[in-house]
């Protein structure tokens, strides 16, 4: 089985995640230790998909 590391979206750095090729995720909140930055993330078939909430 086929894994990568998560990497954030804002810096590009890794975060502490691996996903395997069969991981499914939904608004999964992605934390990265770098930049202190939380974004909420989909994930399928190893593709990351960001999604972008409203501000309230």
């Known amino acids: 089985m086929k894994t990568e590391w998560l990497l954030c979206p804002i810096c590009g ?3 502490r995640l691996q996903i395997r090729q069969d991981t499914e995720l939904k608004n999964f ?4 230790p770098k930049c202190k930055q939380e974004t909420l993330i989909e994930a399928k078939k190893l593709q990351v998909i960001i999604i972008k ?3 309230a």
Not at 29 to 32: D, G, S
């Open 13 to 15: 750095n890794k975060t």
């Open 29 to 32: 909140p992605l934390y990265c």
């Open 53 to 55: 909430e409203p501000d």
